[in-house]
């Protein structure tokens, strides 16, 4: 079975201020890790892979397989930041994801 | 826009009526998903197909759901018998590249309310 889990339904910081937003997931296997984002009125958009090992809009995650964590971090949050972040977990091999429920990220001026 | 296509956006329905959903995959993208999504929660995998083939389907998916792909490019999502726990907004997704860190490519998808 694989879980994700996303422990901070809101999270609310000053522009400027370093943001993580976690993410631990359960799997017995080899997983591959995301984080999707979705803007206010857009659709569910790819942010990044952990497979890519890319930074995207100055947000970085490490896939850390001893704590079975991918936090999501930017060192510091921009108010276009402001959405709702879903970690997801793909099992090697297979088709579905196992997506949390989401973080709500604002950035205050 | 030659993004993720879904129709209806928004769908009123009784309970004990059938309602069917599309999704327009982004042209030569093989696999296409199915996902539901509640208030507050991530969403959640119903099925997928590579080209016409469905693969795999959730144990969410009773036996009122059924989905199909009949020539790998556009899917339906039916439910029979609609009840008031089917409200929720669906989401299709497509990729093309189904390897490593697969990429989907999501729908605005359809909210269907079971009155």
């Known amino acids: 079975a694989q879980r994700v889990t996303q422990p901070e339904k809101l999270l609310s910081v000053f522009k400027g201020a370093p943001v993580e937003l976690k993410c631990n997931y359960s799997y017995s296997g080899s997983p591959e890790l995301f984080w999707y984002v979705q803007y206010s009125r857009q659709r569910l958009q790819l942010l990044l892979r952990?497979?890519s090992r890319e930074s995207i809009k100055g947000f970085t995650a490490d896939l850390n397989k001893g704590e079975t964590s991918f936090h999501l971090k930017k060192p510091f949050a921009q108010e276009e930041d402001s959405a709702m972040y879903y970690c997801?977990?793909?099992?090697?091999?297979?088709?579905?994801?196992?997506f949390g429920d989401g973080t709500t990220l604002t950035v205050k001026p | 826009d030659t993004g993720v296509s879904q129709d209806p956006r928004h769908k009123i329905t009784k309970r004990g009526q059938n309602v069917t959903f599309r999704c327009d995959p982004i042209s030569e993208h093989n696999r296409l998903y199915w996902y539901r999504q509640t208030l507050g929660q991530g969403p959640e995998f119903l099925t997928y197909f590579q080209n016409e083939a469905q693969l795999e389907k959730s144990r969410l998916l009773s036996d009122r759901f059924s989905a199909e792909r009949p020539k790998g490019s556009f899917s339906t999502l039916e439910i029979q018998r609609t009840e008031q726990g089917d409200s929720a907004m669906y989401l299709c997704a497509s990729s093309l590249d189904p390897g490593l860190g697969e990429k989907l490519f999501f729908g605005s998808g359809t909210q269907l309310s079971v009155l």
């Open positions: 997801a977990l793909r099992g090697s091999g297979a088709g579905k994801s196992t």
């Open positions: 952990h497979i």
